[in-house]
């Protein structure tokens, strides 16, 4: 089950670099790339998924909510994620997440999880027709495990990225990220995610998209699989607003569903 999810990933991130020149980075049109979250008008676009990482470097704030039922009880989360480019081929990443559980029988428990923090390259980054992203996270033990917060353990989480637009207008867009998730205490074998999502563009700024994504153990055992339908609308310049659920589709799997609402706040990338 492992190898067609290796060579998807291996198609979707190198396939393209053969056909890319370096250089066509400095030929593509400037005024397009000043109004790079503009989604009003042909593309290509620059669309975040709720579940799989961007491969563009950008500045944003973006604040999630997310509501998660299991076997566990029920989990509310708010998170606020803040990508910050220094160049423009380079960002630095923050993600903060506060729960809310609920679990079944218990008391709720409230309070701070995992941050991580993390830093971003885009090794290719032709943003007229294919960028190459890699990076890697570090996760910090800073939930209480206690309570249910947090893993009481630090990971680092290295990961790759792509961005490829097609169709008509560049309206289309296919994404794909790869990350591995290594805790750097103990004797827990390393977890992988590879995901695939697909979104098009409408003249008016709606994005409905689709992910696909896989979790698993290098360790070995089976492969959870979930779908998300989703959409995103511009509802004015340089804010977004969305919505996702994520639904388990195969293997095994802690949660039922999880619901998701975002808003996007987005800034001038550095000349």
Do not use: C
Not at 22 to 39: G, P
Not at 80 to 102: D, G, K, Q, Y
Not at 237 to 263: H, M, S, T
């Amino acid at each position: 089950m492992r190898l067609p999810l290796i060579l998807f990933g291996v198609a979707f991130l190198v396939a393209p670099a053969g056909a890319v020149a370096q250089d066509d980075e400095h030929s593509h049109d400037h005024t397009h790339d000043k109004a790079q979250h503009s989604h009003r008008g042909p593309g290509p676009h620059f669309i975040d998924a709720f579940f799989t990482e961007n491969a563009y470097i950008e500045r944003k704030l973006r604040p999630d909510l997310f509501f998660a039922s299991g076997d566990r009880g029920d989990v509310a989360t708010a998170q606020l994620e803040i990508e910050w480019a220094l160049v423009r081929n380079f960002s630095l990443i923050m993600h903060a997440p506060v729960h809310r559980l609920t679990p079944d029988g218990l008391p709720a428990e409230t309070g701070i999880g995992d941050v991580s923090v993390g830093a971003k390259l885009a090794a290719i980054n032709d943003r007229r027709r294919f960028i190459l992203a890699v990076g890697a996270d570090l996760e910090l033990a800073t939930g209480d495990e206690a309570r249910g917060l947090g893993e009481e353990h630090a990971a680092a989480a290295p990961f790759v990225l792509g961005w490829l637009p097609f169709g008509p207008e560049r309206r289309w867009l296919l994404q794909g990220g790869g990350h591995l998730d290594v805790p750097l205490e103990g004797d827990e074998d390393p977890h992988a995610e590879v995901s695939a999502v697909v979104s098009w563009t409408s003249p008016l700024g709606v994005t409905p998209i689709v992910e696909t994504i896989a979790e698993f153990s290098t360790g070995g055992g089976p492969v959870s699989w979930a779908i998300a339908p989703e959409f995103r609308w511009e509802f004015a310049e340089a804010w977004e607003v969305g919505a996702a659920v994520r639904i388990p589709v195969g293997g095994p799997n802690e949660e039922n569903y999880r619901v998701a609402f975002g808003l996007i706040r987005h800034f001038a990338l550095p000349q």
